[in-house]
T-cell receptor, first 114, second 116 residues
Framework: TQLLEQSPQFLSIQEGENLTVYCNSS?????LQWYRQEPGEGPVLLVT?????EVKKLKRLTFQFGDARKDSSLHITAAQPGDTGLYLCAGGTLGSGNTGKLIFGQGTTLQVKP | DAGVIQSPRHEVTEMGQEVTLRCKPISGHDYLFWYRQTMMRGLELLIYFNNNVPIDDSGMPEDRFSAKMPNASFSTLKIQPSEPRDSAVYFCASKATSGRGTDTQYFGPGTRLTVL
């Protein structure tokens, strides 16, 4: 069974601080996606990484896919209260072809205090 | 363009009752996914369809759960009989296949189910 473990599960920081969320597995994934979910809403895709070692930046967010495609990280610089939410990583399973079947991590709840 | 539509948004029912959750995917999308989210287990894939055909239902917890997709614009998830442990937020998501295997799944707002 493929599993994705996220850490930390909860993070409460002050505005302006930096943070990193980790997503780890013993399995290799064909792709890795990061989603953000706000209360009462469904997850919304932030980014997709597909190549080992790939780094993508989205304003203050930096996403990295591990060289072996087993892990990923999300780094937020100078966090703002608007970054508050649940961050989910999701791995695309090998052999799933074009199905896009995803395995989700448990999520990291981030609270950024003003 | 409307996103994924789910109804009802909230459902409160008593143990033993039948519950039906509904989903309208984004027009033109050929995949539809049903997920369940709880604090304990996170977001779990229950079943997904491709072109209205169920492809993988290995995530369906037991025979009390069933899902149908009679046409490209409508799907239902039914729980009969419902139990308190079924209380969760149920999400429907859809996507269009691009052939790259990295397509974006678009989630609906979810149905919060409470079984008393």
């Amino acid at each position: 069974t493929q599993l994705l473990e996220q850490s930390p599960q909860f993070l409460s920081i002050q505005e302006g601080e930096n943070l990193t969320v980790y997503c780890n597995s013993s399995s290799v994934f064909s792709s890795l996606q990061w989603y953000r979910q706000e209360p009462g809403e469904g997850p919304v895709l932030l980014v997709t990484v597909v190549t080992g070692g790939e780094v993508k930046k989205l304003k203050r967010l930096t996403f990295q896919f591990g060289d072996a495609r087993k892990d990923s990280s999300l780094h937020i610089t100078a966090a703002q209260p608007g970054d508050t939410g649940l961050y989910l990583c999701a791995g695309g399973t090998l052999g799933s072809g074009n199905t896009g079947k995803l395995i989700f991590g448990q999520g990291t709840t981030l609270q950024v205090k003003p | 363009d409307a996103g994924v539509i789910q109804s009802p948004r909230h459902e409160v029912t008593e143990m033993g009752q039948e519950v039906t959750l509904r989903c309208k995917p984004i027009s033109g999308h050929d995949y539809l996914f049903w997920y369940r989210q709880t604090m304990m287990r996170g977001l779990e894939l229950l079943i997904y369809f491709n072109n209205n055909v169920p492809i993988d239902d290995s995530g369906m917890p037991e025979d009390r759960f069933s899902a149908k997709m009679p046409n490209a614009s409508f799907s239902t998830l039914k729980i009969q009989p419902s139990e308190p442990r079924d209380s969760a937020v149920y999400f429907c998501a859809s996507k269009a296949t691009s052939g790259r295997g990295t397509d974006t799944q678009y989630f609906g707002p979810g149905t919060r189910l409470t079984v008393l």
